[in-house]
Each structure stands twice: as C-alpha cells, then as structure tokens.
C-alpha cells in the first residue's frame, strides 16, 4: 500500500461477535468507527471501520433498527460521500434490496456507495450453475438502471465467473456479495478485486477509488481503500472479542 492509499473496511457478517457501540478497538491503524448492533442474541449486524489516517468526517449515520444496514453520509479527503452497508435477509433479498433503494433514492448521487451481502447473484454469471434470475432479481436489476447504479465488479469484467460464497448443502459458488456505484463515478473506481478471506465464509471484495483533492499548492491525486470485508487476520477479530467484554451468542 502506498502513502496516499488508505483503507476503510465495510463488514457484513452473521458472526455472533457483539461490540459495544462506539467503543474503540486496538487494531492498528482503525481508531476511528461506525457501526450498527442488533439486540443481545441477535445474529446480523453491519460494521463500518475506518482508519485513523484517513480524512473522513461524519456528518450524519443511520442504522436500521433490525440491524440489516448502515448509512453514513460524510466526507472522504473533502469530497461529499454517502456508505450503505447492507445485510439482507435470505428470504426475499432482492424485495428488500429493491424497497431499500427505492427509500433512499433521493439520497443515492454520484457520490454514493451501497456494499454488503445481498444474498443474490445478479446474473446467471454469477452461479456456477449458471441457473438463470428470477423475476423479484430482473425487477431490482430494472431498479438499479434506473438510478444509474452499476455493478462495480461487473463493470470491470464483464465475463468474468468470479465468486464469493460457496454454499456447501448445495455445492455451488455464487458472487452475492456487490459494491454498486453510480454510473457517472465510474472514472474514480481505479481497480476492483475478489480476496480470499480465512476468517469468513465469504470472500472480500477490494475497490480502490481515486478522487482529486484541492490544496493551496493546486491539486494532487488520493486514492483510498474499500474492503466489503472487516481484516484478513484473526488477531484483529480476537482483539475485538476482548475489548468487547461482551458475552458471545450461545
């Protein structure tokens, strides 16, 4: 990673790892944090975390009360950004996906980014079986050209059968894991990858994204990290479990 590249991991997990609300971690580098809990015993939640050198500042944060995503709106090396991180429920993803953005719409711009497990693979290409969408899928894709938001990944490699799940009662793969974007971005996203994840049963998906930022000495190129996953090293997480101090789901 070089000096102008920052990173900032979006984490969507059914893990039962409880963490206190706004308490800090001791992962190197990842002082600063939003993220959204569920009710004790509740299993889906969302994560947002951010690294302390990065130039972000909060302006607003919504969480869903049933713990299936987190909005935050802020700036990012002083340019306006909005996250969505999202965790859908396995029955009627792309209902709820569609109904999300459909609630949002008027907040979605060039500026926005919506991540997360959507538990739907958008095109045939993304199971392994090739087996085709159904129509709830077609009326979410039709959503999502509507408001100009694009597949990140798909975008990239258009023919690629690439994934991030592998279900092992059906014994397939699937991609159902997506960074969606806004059509007139697509300059500022420099380079989307699949990484192999140990400490999940799903992979990450690692976007770079270059913005231009504006100094009294005329401007200079920054470019900064989104990972859909939290860290591929399980002293992080086991350094989250202990500065929790809360008790793990049974």
Not at 145 to 151: G, K, P, R, T, V
Not at 203 to 229: A, E, H, P
């Amino acid at each position: 990673m070089d000096k102008k590249t920052r990173p900032m991991y979006m984490l969507s997990t059914r893990d039962p790892i409880q963490i206190k609300r706004h308490s800090q971690t001791e992962s190197k580098g990842m002082e600063k944090k939003y993220f959204l809990q569920t009710e004790m015993g509740k299993k889906t939640r969302v994560a947002i975390f951010i690294a302390d050198k990065i130039d972000f500042k909060a302006k607003a944060i919504i969480r869903d009360k049933k713990g299936h995503y987190i909005k935050i709106k802020g700036l990012i090396n002083q340019e306006d950004i909005i996250l969505v991180n999202i965790y859908t429920p396995n029955i009627g993803a792309p209902t709820y996906i569609k109904k999300l953005l459909t609630d949002i719409k008027g907040e979605i711009n060039s500026n926005t980014l919506i991540v997360g497990d959507f538990n739907t693979p958008l095109t045939p290409m993304d199971r392994s079986s090739r087996q085709r969408i159904n129509k709830e899928t077609k009326s979410l894709k039709d959503t999502l050209e509507q408001m100009d938001l694009i597949d990140i990944f798909r975008a990239f490699y258009p023919k690629a059968a690439k994934y991030t799940f592998f279900s092992s009662a059906h014994g397939t793969f699937s991609r159902i894991d997506h960074m969606l974007g806004h059509k007139s971005s697509l300059n500022k996203f420099k380079k989307i990858e699949i990484i192999s994840m140990v400490s999940s049963d799903h992979n990450g998906i690692k976007l770079d994204i270059t913005s231009t930022i504006r100094k009294k000495t005329g401007k200079y190129t920054n470019t900064w990290r989104l990972n859909n996953m939290l860290l591929n090293n399980e002293w992080v997480i086991n350094k989250i479990k202990k500065k929790s101090k809360i008790p793990r789901d049974k």
